[in-house]
């Protein structure tokens, strides 16, 4: 079966900061949808294209899957905390929880990044559809997901079309334990060593250091030694 992509339209940091006001100051879905409505009217005059681009913020950050519920905890203090970088990463974990064709771009190009290869529209799509398959809907979405990371100051433009990264150094307590969270649960295994948490491809914008101590103090995670390694897990 086919994965869902889901993720056909671009979002900037304005509306993503919108949707988690107003999911922060209590409202239900109905109301932030209404509230969404007329907010997102001002900028796309399309209403087609005005409701693709609501339903994937509520999405991100009203509706739960089986992973963000918790996250949202967290996402909540990173963005009460004020500072860009934090309000960055509590929407960049809740967007990799909520569409796997943005963790997997992501992962694309924080590899390349990684390996210092140019990052360009077409290597990361030649990259995603040996993931996904070529698909012509994959194909729009690639394009939309590359702009969302352009307009939230991720990726910007050099000659020749390629992109470099933009980075953020994170130092909180809660960004490190919801890196470490999402981490968990988008690779979908038991458990991540230390040096895949602070390895991963999925956060390439972002410096941070998660330590032991800082992930036992949070009481989420299990700590046990595989293989002569310190490993981490989620607490069910």
Avoid: Q
């Avoid at 209404?34 to 005005?50: G, H, M, R, V």
């Avoid at 990259?127 to 939230?152: C, Y």
């Amino acid at each position: 079966m086919s994965k869902i992509i889901g993720m056909s339209r671009n979002i900037n940091l304005d509306w993503l900061n919108k949707v988690a006001e107003l999911y922060m100051e209590g409202k239900s879905e109905e109301e932030i949808n209404d509230d969404l409505n007329e907010y997102l009217s001002l900028e796309i005059k399309s209403p087609t294209n005005a409701r693709k681009t609501r339903n994937i913020l509520v999405n991100i950050w009203v509706k739960d899957n089986e992973y963000t519920e918790k996250a949202k905890e967290l996402a909540v203090k990173l963005i009460k905390s004020g500072e860009k970088e934090n309000i960055l990463l509590a929407h960049w974990c809740l967007m990799l929880l909520t569409y796997p064709v943005f963790a997997d771009i992501c992962s694309v190009i924080g590899k390349m990044d990684r390996k210092m290869f140019d990052i360009t529209t077409k290597d990361v799509k030649n990259n995603m559809f040996d993931l996904w398959g070529e698909r012509s809907t994959l194909f729009h979405s690639i394009d939309k997901i590359i702009k969302t990371l352009k307009d939230i100051g991720v990726l910007h433009c050099l000659p020749k079309h390629k992109y470099d990264v933009n980075r953020y150094s994170i130092e909180s307590r809660e960004g490190i334990i919801l890196i470490t969270y999402a981490l968990i649960c988008i690779k979908d295994k038991l458990y991540l060593s230390l040096e895949e948490i602070n390895n991963s491809p999925e956060f390439f914008p972002f410096k941070y250091s998660a330590s032991i101590d800082v992930l036992e103090e949070s009481n989420m995670f299990s700590i046990d030694k595989f293989g002569g390694k310190l490993v981490v897990s989620n607490k069910n």
